[in-house]
């Protein structure tokens, strides 16, 4: 049972267009939702998050989207950049306050973005 | 700043071979992941340190992986036996909290595992 799926395996944009990544979770307990970039033979990287309490958040190209109701984020990218071609993961976790939680993480399956030139 | 370090960076053995891989986090963080990435299965969390302790073992997929944290400088994950569907990416991670989103993991640059 995957509790966070990003349904698009690949995605395809020109330069300077918008990039539009999904991703939806099952579990109504998450409450931390995270973005990471991974380019070949690297680790992935952190790249924007948003909390439960949210619905936008903002860094610069990079922006993350919230739909609690509909149980399901966002990242945009814009302008789209050639750098950007990378795999993107969405994550999630559950925060209890005030209990002990492991910070676990949940991963999607990851989508391939491509950006043309 | 030095990030989060594995190696070995490849490793290809035989199986029934003892694997051993390594990982040292980044100074001061106190919480550590292992990873594995797989086409099949994605990133999935196979066990979670925090202050040394192994906290969530519940991704291990059997007996024959093992973690440890000897000091909050050094881990090392174990397969032994090792068998060909162990083959994967195994990523190790830190984070100076939990996990949760003021405090995002740091990941190192994983180890590639082949056995054969």
């Known amino acids: 049972d995957q509790q966070v799926k990003q349904n698009s395996p690949s995605l395809s944009v020109q330069e300077g267009r918008i990039s539009i990544l999904n991703c939806d979770y099952t579990?109504?307990?998450?409450?931390?939702f995270l973005w990471y970039k991974k380019y070949p033979a690297e680790g992935p990287t952190f790249l924007i998050s948003i909390s439960s309490i949210k619905d936008k958040n903002e860094d610069g190209r990079f922006t993350v989207f919230l739909n609690k109701s509909a149980k399901h984020l966002s990242l945009h990218i814009v302008p789209s950049q050639p750098g950007d071609s990378a795999v993107y993961f969405c994550?999630?976790?559950?925060?209890?306050?005030?209990?002990?939680?492991?910070?676990?993480?949940?991963f999607g399956q990851g989508t391939t973005l491509q950006v043309k030139p | 700043d030095a990030g989060v370090i594995q190696s070995p960076r490849h490793e290809v053995t035989e199986m029934g071979q003892e694997v051993t891989l390594r990982c040292k986090p980044i100074s001061g963080h106190n919480s550590l992941f292992w990873y594995r990435q797989t086409m099949m299965r994605g990133l999935e969390l196979l066990i979670y340190?925090?202050?040394?302790?192994?906290?969530?073992d519940s991704g291990m997929p059997e007996d024959r992986f093992s973690a440890k944290m000897p000091n909050a400088s050094f881990s090392t994950l174990k397969i032994q036996p090792s068998e060909p569907r162990d083959s994967a990416v195994y990523f190790c991670a830190s984070s100076s909290g939990r996990g949760s989103v003021n405090q995002p993991q740091h990941f190192g640059d994983g180890t590639r595992l082949s056995i054969l």
């Open positions: 340190f925090n202050n040394n302790v192994p906290i969530d």
């Open positions: 579990n109504s307990m998450f409450d931390y």
């Open positions: 994550a999630a976790s559950e925060e209890i306050w005030g209990s002990s939680n492991t910070g676990k993480l949940i």
